[in-house]
Every structure is written in structure tokens, then in C-alpha cells.
């Protein structure tokens, strides 16, 4: 029987959350908000020296395998988004004395192209009402940047990879979006700013620099980063692991590719709206596009996770509302059925004596708690886990009864 260890008062934070990362090497490469900290992360790993492997199956941005691999582990991830496996892939590499100089080299040239507009700009990637995330001059100079990168980097060699990760920290720094929360919101004419005031290839160059001040300190510890479907851990990452530490999507309707898709349009992961629903429709708690019309015919597979607590709730998400009741409740049921499948692989993968921690928040729909840390709890103790515990760690908002968890369990005996 798992039990719930709260030890109040709870505080937000800030220093658990995505904004402790922005300057700390290559965790703050590129931000997803709702990643954790590299504070959370090292907490759990710092003093389990005997756990050689680390795996964290649900890889996001990377925190957990980068840290790990700083810590000298083997670590492993992974992800159904590719974009997020390639970012993941690039914060964890060795780079050597000569990849960076020659990145260096090629950043200057890369300027040299933008400032003579001495290459054909790129087209416009298929964003919705691209208007509003960058102003024409924006639009305009980042087609050529991308279109030198690509002139003066070939492909898949480090400083491709590189000045790739400053074209996308420039989409951000000179687009008209607020990413101050999970709710993308517009600036009115924040483009000014930068069609005014700013060189842009200078804003390219300096973002470079930080880049290249994290790529020059290497981690000691190595790691794999899989793209496959974390409801099979085994089918595209080999065990056993002796620690995991992960943060999986919460039951939020929150969608990833939402955050992402300036990213993965403009790097040619999406080519339409139609790819961002099937990509969201293959994760787990994606819901865009047509993952979300998917819902209304979705019905619970055989073997679903059966919980008493969790159909009723489901049935009171159902009732209470016409139109998007349903949609919601087979949301929520769709979320904790693909979860169980999850948990049922894990142990495929895991050592004897194993330590798994969940970093999960709770969720509500129309007024009723979802409390996905007793569900993960439950499941992970009917499949045999034992000293399974759910610990809260912060608050998440200003509504209180949202709170973030630490879902804790070991695998078998020692």
C-alpha cells in the first residue's frame, strides 16, 4: 500500500521548474516549459554512486541524461518526438577542440552570408498565421540564416548541429511569442524592438557563444538517446537500469508539439498540421489537432487500468459538460490507460533493488482533482514495487490543490 508523505508548508519553486535551466550550459540550450530542473534531477541522482545506468523513459529536453551523464553514469532516454530525441542527442555529445573552432569559423561565415544577403532565402516554413510570431524582417533574415547554416555547414557533422541550436534560439529570441507560461501568448509589436534596434546576426552570433561555451565542457558519463514509444521500453532500449528518474507528460492537455512547432517546422520535423496531431495522437497526454477529435470515437482498449476511484471520476468529467465532457473523460482514461502499459514494460528493463522516481503533477477538469499520483502509485504497487511512496515537492500555481509529486517506488529486493 503506497503512502502519501506531505510536508507542508509547500512552496512553487521557481528553482524545480524549467527557468532554474536558462543559463546552466547546455540545459539552457533550448527551454520546453514544462521541463524540470537540473536542481530536481541532481538531487535524486547525487549520493546513488552504485547506480551505474540511469534511464529516464520520457526524455523531453534531455535534463535527466545530461545530468546523469555530468555524474559519470550510463544514462539512457527516451521519446516519441524526433525533435526532441535530435536536441537530446546534441546536448549530450562530446565535442572536440576542433569541433568547436571549426564552429566558430563557420558562424562568422554564416554572418558574412546573411549581411551580403549573398544566399537565396529559405522558404517560409507552413506555420498557421506566421505573421504573428515574427515581424517580415524577422521572417526575412531568419530564412537566410537558415539558408547560409546550410550553405556553409554540411549535414550531419557538429557544427551543423550547433549553429542549428542557435537558429533556434534566435526563432525565439526575435519572435513576437510569449513563452513565459504554458499558454503561448502574442506581443503586440514586439518585433520593433529588433527591426529597429537590433543586428540580427549579431543576436545569431552571440547566441553561438553560449552554445559553444557548453559544447566545450563534455560529460564524463555516457548516454544513448532512442526515439520509440515509452509504453515499450524494452523494444528500442536495453536493460537492466538501476535508477530512473523521469518526468512524464501530466494529464493537462498541455500538448508539447503546441510549444515546439516553430522548432520542428522550421527543421522539417512538421511539414503540416495534419503531421503535429499524429505525432501528439502517438504521445502520451498529446492532444492537438486531430488527437483531439480522435477522442470522441477513442474507447479503452482490453487489459485498461481498472481502478474504481478513477471511474468515477471519469464519470463526473463525463457529466459535466455537454459538449466536451467526453472528450475530457476519454482524455483522462486514455492518459492513465497508456501509463499502465508503460508501467507493465518497466520492468522489463529494470535491475533487481531498482529506484524509480516519477516527477508528476495532479490535474483537474471542470472543478474535479484528478490525483495522478495515487493512480501511479496504484499501479506501481499492484505490478510488485514495493516502499512505494508519493512525496509532494512543490506547489504548482496559485491554486493549491495543484501540486507537483515525487512518485517513488523499488523494484523488487536488493
Request: glycine share 8%; net charge neutral.
Amino acid at each position: 500500500m503506497s503512502s502519501i508523505q506531505k510536508s507542508p508548508p509547500l512552496r512553487q519553486r521557481v528553482d524545480y521548474t524549467y527557468k532554474f535551466n536558462a543559463k546552466t550550459g547546455r540545459h539552457g540550450w533550448l527551454r520546453l516549459t514544462p521541463a524540470y530542473s537540473i536542481k530536481l534531477v541532481e538531487e535524486l541522482i547525487i549520493g546513488r554512486e552504485k547506480a551505474r545506468r540511469v534511464l529516464d523513459p520520457f526524455c523531453g529536453t534531455g535534463t535527466t541524461a545530461l545530468s546523469a551523464a555530468n555524474h559519470g553514469h550510463e544514462a539512457a532516454t527516451i521519446d516519441v518526438n524526433p525533435f526532441l530525441v535530435w536536441l537530446a542527442r546534441a546536448k549530450t555529445a562530446h565535442y572536440s577542440a576542433n569541433d568547436i573552432n571549426r564552429t566558430q569559423n563557420a558562424c562568422a561565415a554564416v554572418v558574412d552570408l546573411v549581411r551580403q544577403e549573398a544566399v537565396a532565402p529559405a522558404p517560409t516554413p507552413p506555420i498557421y498565421n506566421i505573421e504573428r510570431w515574427w515581424g517580415q524582417k524577422a521572417l526575412v533574415f531568419l530564412r537566410l540564416l537558415y539558408s547560409a547554416i546550410a550553405e556553409v555547414a554540411a549535414e550531419n557533422i557538429p557544427e551543423r548541429t550547433l549553429l542549428m541550436i542557435g537558429f533556434c534560439r534566435c526563432l525565439i529570441k526575435l519572435s513576437n511569442a510569449a513563452f513565459n507560461h504554458q499558454s503561448i501568448s502574442f506581443k503586440e509589436n514586439s518585433q520593433l524592438t529588433f527591426e529597429l534596434e537590433a543586428d540580427m546576426a549579431e543576436v545569431f552570433a552571440e547566441e553561438v557563444r553560449f552554445i559553444l561555451g557548453g559544447a566545450s565542457e563534455n560529460p564524463p558519463g555516457t548516454c544513448v538517446v532512442a526515439l520509440g514509444d515509452s509504453r515499450q521500453p524494452a523494444a528500442v532500449i536495453e536493460g537492466p537500469f538501476d535508477l530512473v528518474i523521469t518526468s512524464p507528460p501530466y494529464a493537462n492537455r498541455i500538448s508539447y508539439i503546441r510549444e515546439l512547432r516553430p522548432y520542428m517546422y522550421w527543421l522539417g520535423f512538421l511539414g503540416d498540421g495534419r503531421d503535429a496531431g499524429e505525432l501528439d495522437w502517438m504521445a502520451i497526454g498529446g492532444t492537438w489537432g486531430i488527437a483531439t477529435s480522435r477522442l470522441m470515437d477513442w474507447k479503452r482498449p482490453a487489459g485498461h487500468f481498472e481502478s474504481a476511484q478513477l471511474a468515477r471520476i471519469l464519470d463526473r468529467i463525463s457529466h459535466a459538460d455537454n459538449k466536451n465532457g467526453t472528450i475530457l473523460a476519454n482524455y483522462v482514461a486514455k492518459y492513465f490507460d497508456d501509463m499502465w502499459r508503460h508501467f507493465q514494460g518497466l520492468p522489463l528493463v529494470l535491475s533487481r533493488g531498482a529506484e524509480v522516481h516519477y516527477i508528476v503533477g495532479n490535474s483537474a477538469f471542470y472543478g474535479q482533482l484528478v490525483p495522478t499520483e495515487h493512480f501511479y502509485a496504484e499501479m506501481l504497487t499492484a505490478l510488485g514495487f514495493a516502499k512505494v511512496a508519493c512525496k509532494a515537492i512543490r506547489k504548482r500555481n496559485s491554486k493549491k490543490e495543484l501540486i507537483e509529486f515525487d512518485v517513488i517506488g523499488k523494484w523488487g529486493s536488493d
